[in-house]
């Protein structure tokens, strides 16, 4: 799997608030709450999957192009 863009709530705080989004704008195209997102963002561990759809979502094009190619080519 490639590296995750984000794996901590700080990260994943710094980079909404440098966007200048609110909680409810950040996650909730995710599908996650605003209170969700804020658990995420003060420490609660973040489950792989709302990780990956971070990385999908915000991360750079070439790296979030390089984890839809994993997910496409994965066997289950």
Do not use: C, I
């Not at 984000?6 to 704008?25: D, P, T």
């Not at 709450?33 to 804020?38: E, I, P, Y």
């Not at 915000?58 to 994965?74: S, T």
Request: no cysteine; charged share 25%; hydrophobic share 35%.
């Amino acid at each position: 799997m490639p590296k995750l863009f984000m794996q901590s709530g700080a990260e994943v705080k710094e980079l909404r608030q440098k966007m200048r989004l609110n909680q409810f704008e950040f996650w909730g195209p995710l599908g996650v709450t605003q209170s969700g997102g804020s658990r995420y963002e003060s420490g609660r561990d973040m489950p792989k999957p709302v990780q990956m759809l971070l990385h999908l979502a915000y991360a750079p094009e070439r790296q979030a192009g390089a984890m839809m190619e994993y997910l496409r080519g994965r066997k289950e």
